[in-house]
């Protein structure tokens, strides 16, 4: 059992959204099905870091989180991206997928998951661009989500903790790992949020996966050691349409 990461498939089985606009996105759908099924088997799990589907409702985002759900091998981790206008409340999305049968799909908002030895905590996050005004209370209002989901995730990895000093010594966290997964960077370009960056530290994360980025962007991404954490990019041009291996 393995846990996986990606961001942005951009699926558009609904409707006609192509993503030819940026280089390399050509029957990109066609792609991640064969790259993510030669990787993933059914007992692993993938998280997907936002920008789900081009759909505008919920009921329209049907063929694409069926696609998701019984196409792609294994379970799927899903956190909302900016693009991801289909969203709903919490409880219609999990109606949603119950009503349709959908099974192998879960959310992450405000909660988190435990796969093995690795807890699974995010939300969207938010970062501002040049083409975006600019919101005080959304960039609040994120590092707010993503302290109860990093709380959920220390309650799911209380399992793992020892009380004798050998163990201590060779598990000092006395912890199983938290990972967090967000859709926008935390930080781009000349811009940080340093909201974010202060619950990273706080919890003394260690990793963090992130999307959206795409084309040209790639060149400004926050790779490799930052504020202590260790960032990598997982939007799905960047890793070739392949899901990329976390544990």
């Not at 998701?68 to 219609?92: C, M, P, Q, V, Y």
């Not at 005080?136 to 709380?151: C, D, F, G, M, N």
Request: glycine fraction near 6%; include cysteine.
């Amino acid at each position: 059992m393995s846990l996986f990461a990606i961001a942005d498939l951009h699926l558009s089985l609904g409707k006609d959204k192509p993503m030819c606009i940026f280089k390399g996105w050509e029957n990109h759908t066609e792609r991640l099905l064969a790259n993510w099924n030669s990787r993933v088997t059914a007992d692993d799990t993938v998280v997907i870091a936002g920008d789900i589907s081009w759909a505008a409702s919920l009921e329209d985002s049907l063929p694409d989180l069926d696609f998701i759900d019984r196409e792609l091998h294994g379970k799927k981790i899903i956190l909302k991206g900016n693009h991801d206008f289909w969203w709903a409340t919490l409880s219609k999305v999990n109606s949603f997928l119950t009503d349709n049968k959908l099974q192998n799909i879960s959310f992450l908002h405000n909660n988190a998951f435990l796969i093995g030895e690795i807890a699974v905590a995010g939300t969207r996050g938010w970062v501002h661009e040049s083409d975006e005004s600019h919101c005080e209370k959304i960039q609040k209002r994120e590092p707010a989500r993503l302290e109860r989901s990093i709380e959920s995730a220390k309650a799911l990895t209380r399992r793992f903790e020892v009380s004798d000093e050998h163990s201590k010594a060779l598990n000092p966290s006395n912890t199983g790992e938290i990972c967090v997964f967000l859709h926008y960077p935390p930080a781009y370009g000349d811009f940080a949020n340093y909201h974010l960056i202060d619950v990273l530290q706080k919890h003394r994360i260690k990793r963090c996966y992130y999307g959206h980025l795409h084309g040209s962007a790639h060149t400004k991404a926050l790779l490799g050691e930052h504020y202590g954490v260790e960032f990598a990019l997982i939007s799905a041009d960047y890793v070739g349409f392949t899901p990329v291996k976390i544990n």
